[in-house]
């Protein structure tokens, strides 16, 4: 058995705490990034110990964010962080093939495709279809709270957009809900500030559906 496959959630999620933190206070360790690590890995294959999915935002790296080596992390990435069939498909081979046991759901501020959408920008062709769900739910902010001014109503929809892909996910994987009923496997949503590098964690999914 493998580290990651031994690791319990609360584990796992607490040494994603640990890198952040190291992260955020300058005093990375860089793990895991050396010719030894490369060997390795390419000789007994990938362990992580965590499934990442996050936005393709050139700021939002994983590895570094985490403070975590090659091959520690399964990272998927996709512009405002939404949650597919392609995504929720390379979240069940993470999950259910590389058995890691903590599935990440990271949204972050400043998110382009959030804001393109609060913006009103004009989305066409397979960016329109990608961020349709991001568009119902700034459309339902507005109608729920009227009076929310531009900045409150961009971080209440990444904020719900995270919530909305880990439902995603549990909603149409039949795997990860399994993985979560039988307690090997928890759902995580998190926020990440690219100003102060802080990721806040915004509660565990571990109910059944």
């Known amino acids: 058995m493998t580290e990651g496959q031994s690791m319990k959630p609360a584990e796992a999620i607490q040494r994603l705490r ?3 933190a190291r992260y955020c206070e300058d005093r990375c360790d860089h793990p895991r990034a050396d010719a ?6 390419t000789e007994k294959g ?9 936005c393709s935002d050139s700021r939002v790296p994983p590895e570094l964010l985490f403070d975590q080596g090659v091959g520690d992390l399964f990272v998927v990435r996709v512009a405002g962080n939404v949650c597919h069939n392609d995504e929720i498909a390379s979240i069940e081979y993470g999950a259910a093939h590389l058995e890691t046991p903590v ?7 400043r998110c382009g495709a959030v804001t393109a959408v609060v913006d009103g920008a004009r989305l066409e062709g397979p960016m329109a279809g990608l961020l349709e769900g991001v568009q119902h739910i700034v459309e339902g902010l507005r109608r729920d709270s009227p009076g929310l001014e531009r900045t409150a109503l961009l971080e209440e929809a990444i904020q719900a957009n995270i919530r909305q892909a880990v439902a995603d996910l ?3 994987s ?34 059944d559906r």
């Open 18 to 20: 640990e890198g952040n």
């Open 36 to 41: 030894a690590r490369r060997l390795e890995t």
């Open 46 to 54: 990938q362990h992580p110990f965590a499934t990442v999915l996050t």
């Open 103 to 109: 599935c990440v759901i990271l949204g972050h501020s």
């Open 170 to 172: 549990l909603e149409a």
């Open 174 to 207: 039949a795997p990860i809900r399994e993985r979560v009923r039988a307690g090997t496997l928890k759902v995580v949503g998190a926020h990440y500030g690219i100003d102060s590098g802080l990721v806040e964690w915004m509660g565990e999914r571990v109910e």
